[in-house]
């Protein structure tokens, strides 16, 4: 028999039933909540009159309602004045509290983007199965832990049992091997694996992130990579336990200490496919090939290195991607043919589960430090992904280069990632963003994202259109 | 859960490859805490020519003409054809729940996103994988003939065309089992709580740091 890979070995690990169907049960070890899927299972729970099965495997906090602004969040979920998203954290709070959960409420020091706090609290942990009402969720798989996004009547289903049913993906190996240029970034890493493989290249399958390039990135980057994987259409992205994981765990404030943090550091040493481990589909990389990338139309797969032309219909190889093309173009208001470093910005975003990490944070204010945003640019915002982001971003002087430079420090959540608070895109405006998402009207109504890494963005606010790190 | 045995009825043309969650319901009416009212929002940006606002009376709203499911013959249609990855994006069930609402309920593509696929089943909704090749020769038929209808039989895993032309599709046994008889998710799992204490039990055990209350 042939090794196991790492999602084969998580998989058999919390394994209850397999059904003859081909169905399973799978053992959850971490529900991750937040306010916007949530209410609807909270509400089927009541109804059928269900309690959770284990209080102490779920945590809450909301993230993607809350406003930024501090004067807004100052007072606390009072303070918010759009009324629905009030009522939306309020419901959180009020959920939680009727079923005994745990959440960092809205002014917690410990507040933030659920996909920065799991890791960060080390709540979540490398051998786990993480389930959050959220794609994104594939974030936590750079800890060596099974995590995908679900459904809200699947929160309702973890909930009651512990369970998640379940049908065995099959096994994507995406390696990249090599060394990076300089101010080519893991976003950058993981916009080029997608821009390879296309937005439904991982569908039906949980991608292992490898090689070289991804052994070399620090637990923030491999973290990015993962949280992208939904992007290429797989549920769950993951990577393999090595020091440095271990290294990112120890001291955490939920990770295990004494007896039980060496007993957990053995288990989490085998947490690798075996040499032998079959892949259904290997996907490899050159980290050389890879420069800094853009995304310039309206899915990720739509992506380019900055160097680049913006493709022509004409030039499409079949029908529907001429339309996608041409639809895609119109939507973004550029033309075929047009220099990515031509396009014109009006704002800058950078946060998102994707990139609102510490090194984010360093990496845009390096680009930053000593010069100003562009006089064309309406706004530019740093949206840390969590309290402890902030206080740390903070003590390291960084939001005071940030605010020098002309960008916006705010407090920390979703934000403009998908605009369901007040920081938006106006129709038509361009906005170069560090989160992951790109569709129509993700980032406001009319709203033309282009994603990038945090440097890109930094340097993208200062010249008012793309720019090549590389050269920066 | 509402069952799925046989649904008849008027196919409407979605036509085009990757639409997102993002685009069959946009993130301001994710701010509902309910499960229902989703419909008249079911692809806002491509319905309404303004922007949609939560809470709204959307039948003064100034329609999209352009837009097929605008035109009078595919009111009342509550079948969904569509092209590759249907569904990408985010997780949100509102998805589901604003098609459901609207009225569909069946959907025929040539590819699913994985978790829009996973959500369809839990809200009755039956996502049907064909051949592209045959999506497309579906889409032909329904555009030359006004008042196209589909029959999707579950039960045989057969769709049939007004021609009487049958075309087999394939669905997982468990879920085709739970939606043919409307099954609680839920219910079916907890027949099975013994088998998860006894795990648990195990796992917690072999792995104790897993377990153990947050503060
Ligand atoms: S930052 Fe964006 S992608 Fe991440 S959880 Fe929030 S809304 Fe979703």
């Not at chain 1, 659920?114 to 786990?128: D, F, K, R, S």
């Not at chain 1, 002087?397 to 407090?411: K, Q, S």
């Not at chain 2, 949100?92 to 729940?97: G, I, K, M, N, T």
């Amino acid at each position: 028999m042939s090794g196991q890979t790492l999602y084969d070995k998580l998989w058999h690990s919390h394994l209850v039933e397999q059904r003859d169907d081909g169905s399973a049960l799978i053992y959850i070890d971490r529900q991750l909540i937040h306010e916007v899927t949530s209410p609807q299972a909270f509400e089927g729970l009541r109804l059928s009159g269900r309690k959770p099965w284990r209080r102490d495997a779920n945590l809450a906090v909301p993230d993607h309602n809350v406003p930024t602004e501090k004067s807004e969040r100052e007072g606390g979920i009072d303070g918010i004045i759009d009324p629905i998203s009030r009522l939306q954290v309020q419901t959180l709070d009020d959920n939680c509290k009727d079923f005994d959960i745990f959440e960092f409420e809205i002014n917690d020091r410990r507040q933030g983007i659920v996909h920065v706090v799991g890791p960060e609290q080390g709540a979540t942990l490398p051998g786990m199965t993480i389930v959050c009402g959220d794609s994104h969720t594939s974030t936590h798989g750079a800890l060596g832990a099974l995590a995908h996004g679900i459904g809200t009547s699947e929160v309702e289903h973890v909930m009651a049992t512990q369970c998640l049913v379940q049908q065995k993906m099959k096994n994507m190996l995406v390696r990249v091997d090599g060394t990076l240029q300089p101010g080519v970034t893991a976003k950058d890493v993981v916009l080029a694996i997608i821009g390879e493989i296309g937005t439904a290249g991982g569908t039906g399958y949980a991608i292992e992130f490898g090689g070289d390039v991804i052994r070399a990135l620090s637990m923030e980057g491999r973290m990015t990579v993962c949280n992208m994987a939904i992007e290429a259409g797989a549920r769950a992205g993951m990577i393999a336990v090595d020091e440095k994981t271990i290294e990112y765990v120890e001291g955490r404030p939920y990770a295990p200490t004494g007896e039980a943090w060496q007993r957990a550091v053995e288990a989490w040493r085998e947490l690798h496919s075996d040499d032998d481990a079959v892949f259904d589909r290997v996907v490899e990389l050159k980290a050389e090939d890879i420069k800094p990338q853009v995304t310039w139309g309206t899915s990720p797969e739509m992506v380019l290195p900055v160097d680049g032309t913006v493709p022509d219909p004409a030039n499409a190889q079949t029908g529907s991607e001429r339309e996608a093309i041409s639809r895609a173009l119109e939507y973004m208001g550029l033309r075929a043919g047009q220099a990515i470093t031509d396009i014109k910005l009006d704002k800058v975003f950078i946060g998102s589960c994707t990139n609102s990490r510490i090194e984010d944070l360093r990496a845009a204010a390096a680009v930053v430090k000593g010069r100003k945003v562009a006089d064309s640019i309406k706004l530019a915002m740093v949206v840390p992904g969590s309290g402890r982001v902030k206080e740390q971003a903070e003590q390291e002087g960084l939001h005071e280069v940030f605010i020098e430079a002309g960008l916006e420090w705010r407090e920390p959540g979703c934000s403009m990632c998908l605009a369901m608070n007040s920081d938006k895109l106006g129709a038509g405006e361009h906005c170069a963003s560090t989160s992951n998402r790109n569709f129509e009207g993700r980032q406001g109504f009319g709203g033309r994202t282009h994603l990038v890494s945090p440097a890109m963005a930094a340097a993208a606010a200062v010249t008012g259109h793309f720019v090549d790190v590389r050269d920066w | 859960m509402k069952s799925f045995t046989t649904v008849q009825g008027i196919a409407a043309p979605m036509d085009r490859a990757n639409v997102d969650t993002d685009l069959i319901i946009p993130k301001q009416f994710l701010k509902s805490i309910k499960r229902s009212g989703f419909g008249p929002n079911l692809f806002d940006e491509l319905r309404y020519l303004d922007q949609g606002e939560p809470g709204q009376d959307c039948s003064d709203r100034p329609v999209n003409e352009d837009f097929p499911l605008n035109h009078a013959r595919y009111q009342g249609a509550s079948i969904l054809l569509a092209r590759e990855n249907f569904g990408c994006g985010s997780s949100r069930e509102h998805a589901p729940w604003a098609l459901d609402d609207y009225g569909f309920r069946c959907i025929i593509a040539p590819s699913f996103a994985d978790i829009f696929y996973n959500n369809c089943f839990k809200n009755g909704i039956l996502p049907i994988e064909l051949d592209e090749a045959i999506v497309s020769r579906l889409f032909e038929e329904m555009y030359a003939n006004e008042g196209y209808a589909l029959t999707v039989d579950l039960e045989r895993q057969l769709i049939v065309t007004p021609s009487a032309e049958e075309i087999a599709f394939d669905v997982d046994g468990f879920r085709k089992h739970c939606l043919l008889n409307g099954l609680d998710d839920i219910g079916l799992t907890l027949e099975s709580a013994e088998k998860i204490r006894e795990f648990e039990a195990r796992w917690r055990d072999q792995s104790p740091w897993l377990f153990g209350k947050l503060a």
